[in-house]
């Protein structure tokens, strides 16, 4: 399967610990992106990377989320003291770079419960 | 800014046809169709480029009219394995840049 694949699937933890996300993209896409979907909402973007840079980040992410693609292949999503509202599906894409237009696919998410 | 999507659920009996609109209230230049399953994760259906566009993938098409800002997305004849939650996607800014989705419209087809 060439797909976006994501790992782990699903993931609960407690309160105040701290949980990696890790994507891996379609092999030939360079751009990746994380976006966070609770029940009954769109997918809501977080950030995303062309390569290994990480051009975009949403106002919405708090200090406690960093995500890096240190060779522009994997990311990894880390969130620091989980809160609640932390729990959510956080899903991994990745699209090429075009001048226009760019398709992008979806991975199977990982799901989050913070208890 | 999120696209706003009309009607939040619809209920279709097999055969039937619907229409899901997605409208911006800034200049779209791209709109992009997903269907998400529960549990799963969006699935892409197909991308709208240009001012009245029109594409279709399978029984489900859409159209695309930039100057009014919206683009609607028809399924005809539905099967029951189009249920699912529809989503529209804009570019957040001009250009190639990550999109922004609508909540969704959720379709049930009942047999």
């Known amino acids: 399967d060439t797909g976006v694949s994501q790992d782990p699937r699903h993931k609960i933890t407690k309160r105040g610990q701290n949980v990696t996300f890790r994507c891996d993209p379609i092999?030939?896409?360079?751009?990746l992106y994380w976006y966070r979907q609770t029940l009954g909402q769109g997918p809501e973007f977080l950030t995303y990377?062309?390569?290994?840079?990480?051009?975009?980040k949403s106002r919405l992410l708090s200090d406690r989320f960093s995500a890096e693609r240190p060779k522009g292949s994997f990311s990894t999503l880390e969130i620091q003291r989980t809160e609640q509202g932390d729990s959510a599906m956080y899903l991994c894409?990745?699209?090429?770079?075009?001048?226009?237009?760019?398709?992008?696919?979806f991975g199977e998410g990982s799901w989050l419960t913070v208890v | 800014q999120q696209p706003v999507q009309s009607p939040q659920a619809v209920i279709l009996r097999e055969g039937e046809d619907a229409v899901i609109n997605c409208s911006s209230s800034?200049?779209?230049?791209?709109v992009h169709w997903y269907r998400q399953k529960h549990g799963e994760a969006p699935v892409f259906l197909m991308i709208?480029?240009?001012?009245?566009e029109q594409k279709g993938h399978d029984k489900i098409s859409a159209s695309f009219n930039e100057k009014k800002q919206q683009s609607s997305l028809y399924l005809t004849a539905s099967q029951l394995s189009y249920s699912g939650t529809y989503f529209c996607?804009?570019?957040?800014?001009?250009?190639?840049?990550?999109?922004?989705f609508g909540k969704g419209t959720r379709l049930s087809v009942i047999a």
């Open positions: 894409a990745s699209s090429l770079d075009v001048v226009f237009g760019n398709t992008i696919y």
């Open positions: 092999s030939e896409h360079n751009r």
């Open positions: 990377f062309q390569n290994e840079a990480q051009l975009e």
């Open positions: 800034k200049a779209l230049y791209s």
């Open positions: 709208l480029l240009k001012g009245g």
């Open positions: 996607g804009t570019p957040r800014g001009s250009g190639n840049t990550p999109l922004v």
